[in-house]
């Protein structure tokens, strides 16, 4: 499931994160590339204990946890540490890769399984030419491209890549969710489920019917469900 979350970043955030950008100490994204990736790995990244990592990182989940579309679509168990890069100039792209399966959180070795891949712009599309994040999944690849503040969410299976950028800077924060359902095709069927039982709410408010389908809808994350 490809799904794009609106506003997670205010603009208020946003030119805040803009403002300690600017003079970030940005490194080479292949340390933190594995074995394949690091074929196709050619952008920039920040250390994560730089002022403007911490911030844009902290914002990003304290929104993401409050975000009802993000907890129902991606169920979250664990979510990895934001990451924040860029690419343009010398680095301008990312090829096709699929990421790791696990990931270990620096400083407590915490394994994360990456069931689900987000990014969340920072900057808007009119900033940079190319720099289209393309996923690949049965129907074919599709190209994402958001305003600054807005987040795409992806399965961490996908083949995916970032287009080259070929005028300006794209920056971007990423990162990974562990789920408490770990198959796409549940969590989207989960999803759908909890959406359509939202708006029949809204609709025709609760009656006996909501409430048992309610009680489907849980009884079916209960059995998918790891904790």
Request: charged share 25%; glycine share 8%; hydrophobic share 40%.
């Amino acid at each position: 499931m490809l799904l794009q979350i609106p506003d997670v970043l205010s603009a208020e955030q946003l030119a805040t994160a803009r403002d300690l950008l600017r003079d970030a100490p940005w490194q080479t994204g292949s340390l933190s590339a594995g074995r394949q990736a690091i074929q196709a790995k050619n952008n920039q990244q920040l250390p994560l204990d730089c002022e403007a990592s911490r911030f844009v990182s902290e914002a990003v989940v304290r929104a993401v946890e409050t975000s009802p579309l993000f907890l129902t679509a991606a169920l979250p168990k664990r979510i990895f540490a934001p990451r924040i890069n860029r690419y343009g100039g010398d680095t301008p792209a990312y090829g096709e890769h699929v990421d790791n399966a696990i990931r270990f959180e620096p400083g407590t070795g915490e394994r994360v399984r990456t069931d689900i891949s987000c990014t969340v712009f920072l900057n808007d599309p009119a900033d940079y030419d190319g720099g289209e994040l393309r996923v690949r999944d049965t129907y074919g690849s599709r190209g994402v491209k958001l305003p600054a503040g807005h987040a795409v969410l992806y399965p961490g299976t996908s083949v995916h890549e970032v287009t080259p950028v070929t005028r300006g800077w794209r920056t971007a924060c990423f990162f990974w969710i562990e789920s408490l359902v770990r198959s796409d095709e549940q969590r989207r069927l989960l999803f759908d489920f909890d959406m359509a039982l939202m708006r029949l709410r809204e609709s025709h408010g609760d009656d006996a019917s909501t409430v048992t389908l309610s009680g489907t809808y849980h009884n079916l994350l209960r059995m998918w469900a790891t904790t």
